[in-house]
Nanobody, 122 residues
Framework: QVQLVESGGGLVQPGGSLRLSCAAS????????MGWYRQAPGKQRELVTNITTSGNSNYADSVKGRVTISRDNAKNTVYLQMNSLKPEDTAVYYC????????????????WGQGTQVTVSS
């Protein structure tokens, strides 16, 4: 079994910052891409950013210049540093990872965290 556990969400004023963390645990053989998605009320889940094992990253246009993704491969952890937050950043943020597990055989699947609420409001 694999678990992704997020932390770091909360309430922040416009212009403020938050840092989200997501740690993967379980029978992990390898983690490829890790990323963050978000879902605002009444909207579809959308990609915020992702990062490969080697550190190559992609960002949604709406967050470019304001957020930075990073990962610690030794800790199976991905981070999301969000600065200059706007009310439209309010959403549930989900961690996502493409993980290969070893339980007799190798098996690769996409895993999701439970989500963490980020609210940007004065």
């Amino acid at each position: 079994q694999v678990q992704l556990v997020e932390s770091g969400g909360g309430l922040v004023q416009p212009g403020g910052s938050l840092r989200l963390s997501c740690a993967a645990s379980g029978s992990i053989f390898r983690i490829r891409t890790m990323g963050w998605y978000r879902q605002a009320p009444g909207k579809q889940r959308e990609l915020v950013t992702n990062i490969t094992t080697s550190g190559n990253s992609n960002y949604a246009d709406s967050v470019k210049g304001r957020v930075t993704i990073s990962r610690d491969n030794a800790k199976n952890t991905v981070y999301l540093q969000m600065n200059s937050l706007k009310p439209e950043d309010t959403a549930v943020y989900y961690c996502n990872a493409l993980i290969t597990t070893l339980q007799g055989i190798l098996s690769e699947s996409t895993y999701w965290g439970q989500g963490t609420q980020v609210t940007v409001s004065s």
